[in-house]
């Protein structure tokens, strides 16, 4: 078995076929699927409605986006994973799989 497949995502078509792709070389090698959405900022943005006010930051945003492409590759047997990182891109893609 090889170590984790990692695929960074942003929510735009061309990251989902990078991510159906890096499925198909997951699955091909017995590996888990890492599918990783980067933010740059720690903002956090207030949200009121009636009584009730929420809390969303970008890395819940970040978060929410690999969940999302995460969930249309699922396949029975095949571990995928979403998560979020801090960073530029590429750096955070680095900084997750170290």
Known sequence: ???????????????????????????????????????????IAHTNSGSDQ???SSADNALYIAEQVAKKLRAPGQKIVPASAHGKPAEALISYAD
């Not at 995502?9 to 017995?30: C, F, I, Q, R, Y």
Request: proline residues 7%.
């Open 1 to 43: 078995m090889t170590g984790p497949i990692i695929v960074g995502v942003d929510g735009s078509p061309t990251a989902h076929k990078a991510a159906e792709t890096a499925k198909e070389l997951a699955a091909k090698l017995g590996a888990p699927l890492h599918v990783v959405s980067a933010h740059t900022e720690d903002k």
């Open 54 to 56: 929420w809390e969303v």
